[in-house]
Antibody, heavy 122, light 107 residues
Framework: QVQLVQSGAEVKDPGASVKVSCKTS????????LHWVRQAPGQGLEWMGI????????SYAQKFKGRVIMTRDTSTSIVYMEVSSLRSEDTAVYYC???????????????WGQGTLVTVSS | EIVMTQSPATLSVSPGGGATLSCWAS??????LAWYQQKPGQAPRLLIY???TRATGIPARFSGSGSATEFTLTISSLQSEDSAVYYC?????????FGQGTRLEIK
């Protein structure tokens, strides 16, 4: 079955960077786009961006441009999301989520990874 | 950016009853609207996509309707396990956006 398994929780200092991984299995990695969504404590869901695992192309929400980089490794079927210049407001659970239809970007998300808590604190 | 607004913020319903959750878009999203259920400590789970299509394994108690800018998620025969926060999401335009959520309490 399709699975997205994310890396473990992280604690970072302000100004540092964090790289979260999302290991995929159960399907052809290059056929389905992957999104990243974050959720601050007690808050709603915020879309961050999308990556095409086939060619590596990315598109980011405006507020994350210049501070977020999404990459992929086709040999291991893993996608990564790196956030730099971390500040306290970046404390959140970060989720990867897959497009359920091949080669389509503007779609609903299914399934989701289990989430990775990133805490930014000095 | 399309702003999604959900109402009410919190809804309390008795077991066996029904619930109607609303979602409005600041401009048309045609039928490109999804609903998710999120329980504490868990990732969101897809319930409904394309306004009214149930995702795999979702019981018929969950139904979606609407079009353009007004959408509804209806849940019948409520069970304690339905306690969760429900989010709507539009995927008609970039950036993809979510509503702020409706907390459903079963008591």
């Amino acid at each position: 079955q399709v699975q997205l398994v994310q890396s473990g929780a992280e604690v970072k200092d302000p100004g540092a960077s964090v790289k979260v991984s999302c290991k995929t299995s159960g399907y052809t990695f290059t056929n389905y786009h992957l999104h990243w969504v974050r959720q601050a404590p007690g808050q709603g869901l915020e879309w961050m961006g999308i990556i095409d695992p086939s060619g590596g192309g990315t598109s980011y929400a405006q507020k994350f441009k210049g501070r977020v980089i999404m990459t992929r490794d086709t040999s291991t079927s893993i996608v990564y999301m790196e956030v730099s210049s971390l500040r306290s407001e970046d404390t959140a659970v970060y989720y990867c989520a897959r497009s359920p239809r091949p080669r389509q970007q503007l779609v609903e998300f299914d399934p989701w990874g289990q989430g990775t808590l990133v805490t930014v604190s000095s | 950016e399309i702003v999604m607004t959900q109402s009410p913020a919190t809804l309390s319903v008795s077991p066996g009853g029904g619930a109607t959750l609303s979602c409005w878009a600041s401009q048309t999203v045609t039928s490109n609207l999804a609903w998710y259920q999120q329980k504490p400590g868990q990732a969101p789970r897809l319930l409904i996509y394309s306004t009214s299509t149930r995702a795999t394994g979702i019981p018929a108690r969950f139904s979606g309707s609407g079009s353009a800018t007004e959408f509804t998620l209806t849940i019948s025969s409520l069970q304690s396990e339905d306690s969760a926060v429900y989010y709507c999401q539009q995927y008609n335009n970039w950036p993809i956006t979510f509503g702020q959520g409706t907390r459903l309490e079963i008591k």
